[in-house]
């Protein structure tokens, strides 16, 4: 289903016809499906499948392309193709498939920097909230904040009494500029009213200067940094992640903090599928069904693993709430720290 559901009409207008028939659907889940439709989802794919990733390969959306569009090709028997389209934050590729036929054989690789972008570029040609329809949530790279070790914080309770007491003297270093990973710290800063000055980096560059003594203070994808943690030379202090990560399950998440404020923190650096708007249902739930079942292989979720991502299902439903919930919260923090878009 599209992200935004229709909003009830002013005054006495009439919704249209879709639009009545879609919310007696929703009401009636019992309804069984056409036998067109079930035709329709058992046939599905018939032809190649395109994934267009918005960045270069070697990114998390690329990687979790190739990899679950490696074993769906398996299971339908036709190839899945991953086309890189870049440019514009992501923008290019997302623009392509919200034109593409909406029969499924074209989908986009989201990836939670489409939420940023959705929160912060107000003039884009397409609208992430009436121009897809999610169809599943397949991976996470979870984020991790990290300090040097010359850092007298050994969990995230005394980093954050180390900020308080000195809110001049720390700086941190992201993946860059409006980022997952900007916002994660900005959100922190945020919930426990901390300060340190953000300075943008990539992921590699700010893993080199916190383990080469730079800078004291980084939030970066996890697999990045993972090496430098377990090597001492990188000391973690929380997940950003609602869940802790399979790649590293003895750091906690900011959850695990103890601290009250950050009970409810979650960021996730997540990559799933999306459908142009009118894709039938019944060829979004057969993809997301069984994205589900491969993401449940202990040989695929290997292979995610040895590339750094968690495997994270959400489901259509469940993929477009997050998205609006993350929209929304993007915004806000935005404006509250005054972050824009480079």
């Given amino acids: 289903m599209p992200l935004d559901l229709p909003r009830a009409a002013a005054g006495r207008r009439r919704r249209p016809l879709a639009t009545a028939l879609l919310g007696t659907l929703l009401a ?21 499948v395109r994934f267009v990733a918005t960045f270069p390969p070697g990114g998390g959306a690329d990687i979790t392309g190739r990899i679950l569009g490696a074993r769906l090709g398996e299971l339908w028997k036709q190839p899945v193709v991953v086309e890189n389209r870049t440019g514009a934050g992501g923008s290019v590729g997302a623009e392509l498939v919200s034109r593409a036929n909406p029969d499924g054989y074209t989908l986009l690789l989201v990836a939670a920097s489409h939420a940023v972008n959705a929160a912060l570029l107000p003039k884009l040609t397409f609208d992430l909230a009436k121009d897809f329809k999610p169809v ?131 960021v996730e650096n997540y990559y799933g599928l999306l459908a142009p708007a009118a894709t039938p249902d019944a060829v979004v739930r057969k993809v997301e069904s069984d994205v589900r079942a491969v993401l449940q292989e202990p040989d695929l979720r290997k292979k995610l693993a040895g590339a ?30 005054g972050i824009k878009q480079e």
Wanted: net charge positive; glycine share 6%; charged share 20%.
């Fill in 136 to 266: 599943a949530l397949a991976t996470s790279a979870p984020i991790v904040l990290a300090v040097n070790p010359r850092v007298k914080a050994n969990n995230l309770q005394e980093f954050t009494g180390l900020l308080r007491a000195q809110p001049d003297k720390f700086d941190y270093a992201s993946c860059g500029m409006a980022t997952t990973h900007h916002f994660t710290m900005e959100l922190y800063k945020f919930e426990t009213k901390t300060t340190a000055v953000h300075i943008p980096h990539s992921c590699a560059i700010a893993v080199a200067n916190a383990v080469g003594g730079q800078l004291d203070v980084v939030a970066v994808t996890l697999a990045s940094a993972l090496p430098f943690i377990q090597q001492g030379k990188l000391r973690a202090l929380a997940l950003s992640s609602q869940d802790r990560s399979p790649l590293a399950p003895d750091i906690p998440t900011f959850r695990d903090s103890g601290m009250p404020e950050l009970k409810g923190f979650a």
């Fill in 28 to 48: 009636a889940p019992f309804i069984v499906a056409s036998p067109a439709a079930e035709a329709q989802q058992a046939t599905f794919p018939t032809k190649p």
């Fill in 308 to 337: 750094g991502l968690d495997p994270f299902f959400r489901s259509g439903a469940d993929t477009a709430k997050l998205l609006r919930a993350d929209i929304d919260r993007y915004r806000r923090i935005a404006g509250i720290a």
